[in-house]
C-alpha cells in the first residue's frame, strides 16, 4: 500500500535559517503530492502541491519538488520566521484519492 | 474559514458512551473524508463517503460508523467509548479540481 515517511522532529532553527524536511513515499502509479501545515490548536492547511513529477509545489516561501526517480518531495525554505512554527505534514494521495499522511514534523523557530 | 464545518469543536464523554460528530462539507464538494489524529497513531483515515455512498475504508474500529446525507453532510458515529479513542477527529472534503480542504477537527476526551 502507499506510505509516506518524513524526517522526525522536532526540529529547531533560528529565526532566518534555511529549512528542509525530508519527505519520501511509497505508491503504485502516479499519485499527486502535497504538504499539510497545523499550526498549535488548529486544523490543517494545504501549505503547497504537486501533481506530476518534476512539478514545483511553491506557497508563502516554502517549495517542495516532486522527483519521481527519488520518491521525494522535500519541503524547503530560504528563511524561516518564528510564525513558521508549526507540523509539517507530507501527504500522498493515490488513486483510490483518500490522503495517506507522514508522521508529521514538528518546527520551532526562535529569536 | 475553509469552508468545512465541525461541529462540536470539543466533546468531553465518559468511557461507554455514544458520541456523534458531525461534518458540513464545503459548498459542491461530494466527498468526505474522516481522519483520528491521535498522539500515538498520528493521522488515520477512518472513512471516506461520495454523494452518500461510503467509497473506502481506512482503519476504523466496528465500534464506529458514518453516513453521509441527500444534503451531503457526514455524520461520524463513536460508541461503548474507551479512553484510547481520545483523539482529533478531522473532516476533509475535496472535488477533483480544488483538492482537499481540512474542517478545524473535534476535539474528544473520554473520560
Known amino acids: 500500500g502507499n506510505s509516506v515517511t518524513q524526517m522526525e522532529g522536532p526540529v529547531t532553527l533560528s529565526e532566518e535559517a534555511f529549512l528542509t524536511i525530508n519527505c519520501t513515499y511509497t505508491?503504485?502509479?502516479?499519485?499527486?503530492l502535497f504538504w499539510y501545515v497545523q499550526y498549535p490548536g488548529e486544523g490543517l492547511q494545504l501549505l503547497l502541491k504537486a501533481t506530476k513529477a518534476d512539478d514545483k509545489g511553491s506557497n508563502k516561501g516554502f517549495e517542495a519538488t516532486y522527483r519521481k526517480e527519488t520518491t521525494s518531495f522535500h519541503l524547503e525554505k530560504g528563511s524561516v520566521q518564528v510564525s513558521d512554527s508549526a507540523v509539517y505534514f507530507c501527504?500522498?494521495?493515490?488513486?483510490?484519492?483518500?490522503?495517506?499522511f507522514g508522521t508529521g514534523t514538528r518546527l520551532q523557530v526562535t529569536l | 474559514d475553509s469552508g468545512v464545518t465541525q461541529t462540536p469543536k470539543h466533546l468531553i464523554t465518559a468511557t461507554g458512551q455514544r458520541v456523534t460528530l458531525r461534518c458540513s462539507p464545503r459548498s459542491g464538494d461530494l466527498s468526505v473524508y474522516w481522519y483520528q489524529q491521535s498522539l500515538d497513531q498520528g493521522l488515520q483515515f477512518l472513512i471516506q463517503?461520495?454523494?452518500?455512498?461510503?467509497?473506502a475504508k481506512g482503519n476504523i474500529l466496528e465500534r464506529f460508523s458514518a453516513q453521509q446525507f441527500p444534503d451531503l453532510h457526514s455524520e461520524l458515529n463513536l460508541s461503548s467509548l474507551e479512553l484510547g479513542d481520545s483523539a482529533l477527529y478531522f473532516c476533509?472534503?475535496?472535488?477533483?479540481?480544488?483538492?482537499?480542504?481540512f474542517g478545524s477537527g473535534t476535539r474528544l476526551t473520554v473520560v
Open positions: 505508491a503504485t502509479g502516479y499519485p499527486s
Open positions: 463517503y461520495y454523494n452518500g455512498e461510503e467509497r
Open positions: 476533509a472534503s475535496s472535488t477533483p479540481n480544488y483538492g482537499y480542504t
Open positions: 501527504a500522498l494521495a493515490g488513486t483510490a484519492s483518500k490522503l495517506t
